[in-house]
Structures are given as structure tokens and as C-alpha cells.
């Protein structure tokens, strides 16, 4: 029944523990299905609006199947029971004594951020071919079927990005676009826009938005949030081409998420305020936590995002090579513990932030490591960061750092991104 898949993909693994013959019930303190039906005292009954802050979201094909029937949501020492009764009309369309009641019981609780993911545009390979002829193609052909097929592999693939976004706090709308679309240049990694400049750049995308009801349908004038979908933060991704590529996931998407919320479009805005204030709390912390042993990363501020980054210059390179800034980036992959920082390959110290940014929002946290060696004792202008002059922590120097990368996670986690995910809540980006 679509209900009960529904109920299963946004709501959980959640399984009807009630015998339909004899109406027994293996649940703590629940004897049979009557106990339930009339309310334990140890249960209570919550509204609609009550289940709402527990399962972020009811997607609106569940919602309307939903509406259609009585219901009644009881929770219960942390676990919450849906009971769902299916009427089963007579002939005369009176209501049978045979309808079907069901009982679901979930045992954890969790948020499901993903609303929907709504593909939009052509996979046509052809499209690609026309389009792609010097640079790397928007998306490969696996990641179509990844997004697109119904083959179990595939849906597996989209669960996965589901349960990668599990702990995030907004109710997102993912859109991989495809064909033509995928290759408007002009506003690729646009960032946040209004709908007005959705309608005139990417009309496409706003036209879209219109079709699955997410912006209304005036009959003049610029189309406004539907009152049903004012909450989603809509994310266009036009593609995973890169220099650099990597598969689309989860965690990719996640990451790249991070590259929209830099840039607002918001009448006199460039830079989202609140990147450029966690950019500025990531390097004070980096800061903070290598002082003590004479690393100075030469922090000042760049009118170009409003924000404290490393500004140590050699002046007598032609290009004012910013070798503070290699410093800064070999400090962040010492003490960072994504694989893209372990292995060296985090391309600068923006994409380090980026890579906190996705283990926020798919963790729930950042979490750092103490380097077990560090190159103490050459940071000099020119001199890069080398690993034949690192020098083992002594315990005193690893107590030392360890408390200051505790503090850095508590700024990154509670000061940084919180502000940063709340401020795209709501909007419509392009990536």
C-alpha cells in the first residue's frame, strides 16, 4: 500500500507490532491492541502540529493520504505510534465493522530533511554530447541513473543521500537539473537568489517551481511561495562537472551546498553575511589553537567577504604569493578528519570550510584530531610547510592543543554553522 511505503521512507522503519488476528502486542507495557486504542496513561496523544516537531516534515503526498482517513498520533517514553485507520465502505457507503486499522511504532526518532528530490529537465545523452564538446559534462551517465532509474541500486543511492542529510535542520527541496539547463553558465553557483531573479535568469527553473507548486500562479505579477511550501530551501544543483571531479553523493551535495550559501543576491549583498562570519571564526580558532607555538597565519581582514583570513604576503614574488595561507592550509589537514584532509587533498583553505560544513550537516558536528606531528619550527616567509621538519607532540603539547581544538569544535558547532544553515532557510539556491 503507498501509505505504509511512504510512512516507511519518510518517517521511518516503522513496523505494525500488533498481531491482526489476536490483537497482541509485544511493546513494554502494551498487553494488546486495546491498551493502545484507548490510550495507555503513560501515552499521549499529539496533534498534528505536535508530530510535526518530531518528524520535520509529512511530504505532501503522505499528508493528503493522510487527511483522507482518521488519525490519531500518540507518543510514548520517546517513541512515537501512529495509528491509522482505513475505512471500508458498505454498499449503501456506510462504513464497514471490517476496517482495517493499523498501528506503526517508531522506535527512534529522527529528522527527515529531504522533503522531495524533484529532477527537472532532459537526460537525453545527445543534449550532453552538443553541449559538452570542451568542457566536462554537467552530469556523467551513471549519475543520471543514479537520480533517475527505479532499479534497486539506484533508489539505494537516493535513500543514502537522504540518510546523509538526516541531521541538518531545514526542510530542502533538491532539484539535480539536467539537459540544456544544466549548462546556463551565467548563473552557475549562483547562490542564494530571490524570486525575481530566478524568474528573469533561470525563467526555466522558476517556471518549474510553478509546475510542483512550490511558487504560485498569479494571474499577474511575479509568483510568490505557495503558503504550502514556504518553508523549503529550494537547491537547484545545475550539474557535478569539476576540474576535480567526484561522484555525486551526499556528502558531495552537502559540501556543495556550502559553495551556494556563500553568495547571496539579496539587495545589497554579495557575501552572505553569515559565511563570511564562520570564515572568520574558523581562522580566529586556527589561530587560537597554534599560538602558543609561534605559528602567526597573519590574520586580516578581505573586503572582499567581509571576513579574517591569512593575508601574509611575499613580496617579492610577482603574483604576492599568500604563503600564510599554505600554512594555514597544512594546519587545517593536520587536525581535520574527513579523508579529503587526512590524504593532503584539500585544494585551499576555503574548501576546508566547506568540508567542516559537510560534516556538520551530515554528522550533526565537526570533529577534529589532535596531529600526532607538526612542522613547529620553519614557518618563515617562502618556506612551506615540510614534513621532514615535523616534530612529534610531547603529552604536554597535546593536552595543550587538545583543549583548544575542543573549543574550536564548540565555535564551529554552536557559533558557525547554525547561523550559517539558518540564513538560507527558506530560499532558493542555485549551485
Known amino acids: 500500500m503507498r501509505f505504509n511505503e511512504?510512512?516507511?521512507?519518510?518517517?521511518?522503519?516503522?513496523?505494525?507490532?500488533?498481531?491482526?488476528?489476536?490483537?497482541?502486542?509485544n511493546l513494554p507495557d502494551f498487553v494488546d491492541v486495546s491498551d493502545f486504542a484507548n490510550k495507555d496513561e503513560n501515552a499521549k496523544e499529539i496533534e498534528e502540529d505536535d508530530f510535526r516537531k518530531f518528524i520535520k516534515h509529512i511530504p505532501d503526498e503522505l499528508e493528503d493520504l493522510i487527511k483522507q482517513y482518521d488519525h490519531q498520533f500518540l507518543y510514548y517514553d520517546n517513541n512515537?505510534?501512529?495509528?491509522?485507520?482505513?475505512?471500508?465502505?458498505d454498499d449503501n457507503n456506510n462504513r464497514d465493522d471490517n476496517t482495517d486499522i493499523h498501528y506503526f511504532f517508531r522506535k527512534e526518532l529522527s529528522e527527515a530533511p529531504?522533503?522531495?528530490?524533484?529532477?527537472?529537465g532532459d537526460p537525453d545523452p545527445e543534449i550532453d554530447q552538443d553541449n559538452a564538446d570542451e568542457v566536462p559534462k554537467a552530469w556523467t551517465e551513471p549519475e543520471k541513473r543514479d537520480w533517475l532509474s527505479d532499479t534497486p541500486r539506484a533508489k539505494e543511492w537516493r535513500n543514502k543521500v537522504v540518510k546523509s542529510w538526516s541531521k541538518t535542520k531545514n526542510n530542502y527541496?533538491?532539484?539535480?537539473?539536467?539537459?540544456?539547463?544544466?549548462?546556463?553558465?551565467?548563473?552557475?553557483?549562483?547562490?542564494?537568489?530571490?524570486?525575481?531573479?530566478?524568474?528573469?535568469?533561470?525563467?526555466e527553473g522558476y517556471n518549474f517551481l510553478q509546475e510542483i507548486e512550490v511558487l504560485d500562479l498569479p494571474k499577474e505579477g511575479l509568483a510568490q511561495r505557495s503558503?504550502?511550501?514556504?518553508?523549503?530551501?529550494?537547491?537547484?544543483?545545475?550539474?557535478?562537472?569539476?576540474?576535480?571531479?567526484v561522484r555525486s553523493s551526499g556528502w558531495m551535495l552537502l559540501h556543495r551546498l556550502g559553495h551556494a550559501s556563500r553568495t547571496t543576491h539579496k539587495p545589497e549583498m554579495m557575501v552572505n553575511p553569515a559565511y563570511s562570519h564562520a570564515i572568520t571564526l574558523m581562522f580566529e580558532q586556527l589561530q587560537n589553537t597554534f599560538a602558543n607555538y609561534g605559528i602567526d597565519f597573519w590574520l586580516d581582514r578581505d573586503p572582499n567577504i567581509d571576513a579574517k583570513v591569512p593575508t601574509g604576503y611575499d613580496n617579492?614574488?610577482?603574483?604576492?604569493?599568500?604563503?600564510?595561507?599554505e600554512w594555514a592550509l597544512y594546519a587545517l589537514q593536520k587536525i581535520m578528519t574527513m579523508r579529503s584532509a587526512r590524504s593532503g587533498r584539500l585544494r585551499d583553505v576555503y574548501e576546508a570550510l566547506y568540508e567542516m560544513w559537510a560534516q556538520y550537516l551530515n554528522t550533526g558536528g565537526v570533529k577534529f584530531r589532535v596531529p600526532e606531528t607538526f612542522d613547529f619550527g620553519g614557518q618563515e616567509r617562502r618556506n612551506k610547510p615540510e614534513r621532514k621538519n615535523e616534530q612529534e607532540l610531547m603529552p604536554g603539547d597535546t593536552e595543550l592543543i587538545g583543549s583548544e581544538l575542543e573549543e574550536f569544535e564548540r565555535i564551529m558547532n554552536e557559533e558557525a554553522f547554525p547561523p550559517m544553515e539558518e540564513s538560507i532557510a527558506g530560499e532558493i539556491l542555485i549551485m
Not at 114 to 120: F, G, H, L, R, T
Not at 229 to 242: C, E, I, M, R, W
Open 316 to 325: 617579492s614574488s610577482p603574483k604576492q604569493h599568500v604563503w600564510s595561507r
Open 80 to 89: 512515537l505510534f501512529v495509528l491509522y485507520i482505513e475505512p471500508v465502505f
Open 114 to 120: 529531504i522533503s522531495d528530490i524533484q529532477p527537472m
Open 173 to 203: 527541496l533538491i532539484i539535480p537539473v539536467f539537459g540544456e539547463d544544466a549548462y546556463n553558465y551565467e548563473i552557475l553557483e549562483k547562490g542564494i537568489v530571490p524570486v525575481i531573479e530566478l524568474a528573469t535568469e533561470f525563467p
Open 227 to 245: 503558503s504550502k511550501h514556504a518553508d523549503k530551501t529550494v537547491v537547484f544543483f545545475l550539474g557535478n562537472a569539476a576540474d576535480q571531479w
Open 6 to 25: 511512504l510512512l516507511e521512507q519518510y518517517i521511518g522503519n516503522c513496523t505494525n507490532l500488533f498481531d491482526p488476528e489476536t490483537g497482541g502486542c
